[in-house]
């Protein structure tokens, strides 16, 4: 898929601020003194959730939710939702009506006892190709309804799946492990828009499907969550951990090399004022690096330089290869620097962080946050969340200050903060990532299960941390997302019952209760508190 093509093409139909104003918070635009004047009127007064362990989506006073679609839904003739759904991304079609438009939805990993009903024993191919289709994410055409809930627009040609069967090129001059393209797309955490309307999907913990390289001998790796597709399919591991642009009208996607390949868990784009692009991206896992790619050219992917947070200095260090000594000693060229990026970025002296995960931008005062859910092996259990000021306020700047925005534990309300999202007003959203093995057990017992928080910007309760939603037994909640209008937010309930023994033994019957198995959805909550908040009302 050509670049230049692709992006022309969306610009021409959609008219480059369509999508932009869809995501820019109508209250913030310009960040003018009439915007902040609004904000300093909106009353914030909201009874939070207190912790729940019951296997129900718990929400706070005045919140409601509908549920949109599960696991196993039927999309299209051809196509069903994929499983442990998480990322969500709404992009209107057209500028007019925000009521109507495309969401895209990540699938990240396989449970293979639900999908595949794969226990123990060799795993056959069978059980793997079922495996490989839920993974990837999907496309759904979604409208409001005359009762104004979200549903599928179940006839529409542009409801489709990406799985671990599609192939996807490599933005790249020069072949990846010898190919141009790779079977599939799996790991689907979280992600980001571009400014031209396409997703972002990234490619988290991709060694558990086809392992890791060892390069001191280019033997295969096989991690201890491994889930034995390679013995079926013996894909190159290189071919994942990348970031993938998918564009939802069409499916089309391509892999990009120049932001490096690691366990991805999200990609946030700035566009600054002379088209060129910043990409923050964070590796969850422990000890691993948060990077920036700086691009070249406007609109480009592709032709720029990537940096790794020195955290301690306060300095962006760049992975150029042809720029850096300790690089040209060990690598090949800027291809295998970026293929083995963990390696090559604790070199040049990145930051070993504790699993930093999502990345947002505040829109009022241009800080990026960053969520480092925990350290355990370091004995940091409970997280936080880390603000970064790049000098001067400039997303090109090589220097940035740093500091802890929100420390996670019993005094704050949450541990393990994962996905972030700021609606219209500015008020922070994020959700935590207690393990399901770790959850309701100490040091977590207080928090109980997962949750969904909101810290509002401005009232009484302006910096503080409030409760607003509880997940179902074993499950968290990932992918917030807000409508165009703010009315909605949609959420992913990922793995139910992940913890359950057996299909005989279910922990979780979420949402369908009774004794049907657990199926991962995504809903769509709303009520008088997302108005308030928003200054809506």
Known sequence: MSNKKNRRDFLEFLGKGVIGASLIPMLLTGCNSSAKKALSKINTRINPLAPNDQDILALADGLDFKLLIKWRDQISKSDKFGFNNDYTAFTPLT???????????????????????????????????????????S???????????????????????????TMIPFNWDEPIRGAKAGMGTLGNCSGGITPWGTILTCEENYDSFYGERNDEDDSLIISKYDVGWHAHYPNPPEHYGWVVEVDPRTGEAQKHIALGRCAHECA???????????????????????YKFISSKPGSLS???????????????????????????????????????????????????????????????????????????KENYFGAIMKLEETNGDYTSLTFKSDTYLAGGVETGFACPD?????????????SDISGSKMNAEPYLEFKNNGLFVVPRTGEQAGQVIQMASAPTDAELTGPFFSPDGKTLFLSVQHPGETSPSLDELTSHWPDGGKEMPKPSVVCISGKPLDVLQGLS
């Open 303 to 377: 032709e720029g330089t990537l940096y790794v947070a020195n955290v301690e200095e306060g300095r962006w260090e760049s992975l150029d290869y042809e720029s850096n000594e300790v690089l040209k000693a060990n690598f090949k060229n800027q291809t295998d620097v970026l293929v083995r990026l963990r390696k090559s970025s604790k070199m040049v002296g990145g930051s070993l962080l504790d699993r930093p995960e999502d990345i947002e931008i505040d829109p009022i005062n241009g800080n990026v946050l960053v969520s480092l859910t925990n350290n355990v092996p």
């Open 139 to 165: 496309i759904i055409h979604i409208k409001r309804n005359k009762e104004g809930d979200w549903e599928l627009v179940k006839d529409s040609e542009m409801n489709r799946r990406l799985n671990g069967f």
């Open 419 to 431: 996905n972030m999202a700021f609606d219209l007003a500015g008020n922070l959203w994020f959700t």
């Open 95 to 137: 500028k007019d009506n925000p009521n109507e438009g495309l969401l895209w939805v990540n699938h990240e990993y396989v449970d293979p006892k639900f999908v595949s009903g794969y226990i123990e024993g060799e795993k056959s191919k069978e059980h793997v190709e079922k495996e490989m289709y839920d993974v990837g994410g």
């Open 268 to 290: 946030t784009i700035k566009e600054l004022k002379d088209g060129r692009l910043v990409v923050y991206t964070g590796d969850d896992a422990n000890d691993e690096c948060l």
